[in-house]
């Protein structure tokens, strides 16, 4: 089956600056990644996800780039705010509505 | 999107004791799953629940110890049977409308004593 590796377990930025986090997957017949926040007491939230027919995708400070080729995506956000503090989960399926594999998730922090 | 409750949000319970988790949807769907988040780990897949026919249970978890019903396509119910200690996690149901994208409700914390 499937097999997600995320890193960096931990991550520390300065307001402003940029944070990005990496996931791998094992199984090539995988074809969405989707990314999850959540953030302390809450439900994961999906904030962006990617498919397997495109390389990168954007959605104002967060996009996600995805190389088939060595079978990882990640996931970066710019101008980070204090906001942006939260636990990030990557994950993996395969075609057809399956259900998710998750990594082990990046708690990041933003300090002001 | 989907919007998901669940009941309870949060229980404690005793060892040795059953609890009977709700999940309902605001529309109909054909996949919904189940996943168990132990303290600050990541999100474990416990089973997929099938309208109509018995549950889809991952490697580790089995039957009688975590029985789902889906009695229709907007609700599921998830039980945990037998508690221990180790079974204080928080649970979540997940639904995919559309097109992978999965959902997940706002969650059940379960402490057991």
């Known amino acids: 089956g499937e097999n997600v590796e995320q890193h960096p377990s931990t991550l520390s930025v300065q307001e402003g600056d940029s944070a990005v986090i990496k996931c791998t997957y094992s199984?090539?017949?995988?074809?969405?990644f989707p990314w999850y926040k959540q953030e302390l007491g809450k439900r994961p939230q999906l904030i962006i996800d990617?498919?397997?027919?495109?390389g990168e995708k954007k959605d104002q400070r967060i996009a996600v780039t995805l190389n088939k080729t060595a079978k990882h995506f990640s996931l970066h956000i710019t101008e980070t705010q204090p906001e942006d503090s939260a636990v990030y989960f990557c994950?993996?399926?395969?075609?057809?509505?399956?259900?998710?594999?998750f990594g082990k998730g990046t708690r990041l922090s933003v300090i002001a | 999107s989907a919007v998901i409750s669940q009941k309870p949000s949060r229980d404690i319970c005793q060892r040795g004791t059953s609890l009977t988790i709700q999940c309902q949807v605001d529309?109909?769907?054909?996949?919904m799953f189940w996943y168990r988040q132990q303290p600050g780990q990541s999100l474990t897949l416990i089973a997929t629940?099938?309208?109509?026919?018995?549950?889809?249970?991952e490697s580790g978890f089995v039957i009688d110890k975590f029985p789902i019903s889906r009695p229709n396509l907007t609700f599921s119910t998830l039980t945990v049977s037998n508690m221990s200690p180790e079974d204080s996690s928080i649970y979540l149901c997940?639904?995919?409308?559309?097109?992978?994208?999965?959902?997940f409700g706002p969650g059940t914390r379960l402490t057991v004593l």
């Open positions: 990617i498919r397997s027919n495109v």
């Open positions: 529309s109909q769907v054909t996949m």
């Open positions: 997940s639904v995919v409308p559309r097109a992978n994208e999965q959902f």
């Open positions: 199984d090539s017949a995988s074809n969405y």
């Open positions: 629940a099938n309208q109509g026919s018995e549950a889809t249970y």
């Open positions: 994950a993996a399926s395969y075609p057809g509505n399956t259900p998710l594999v």
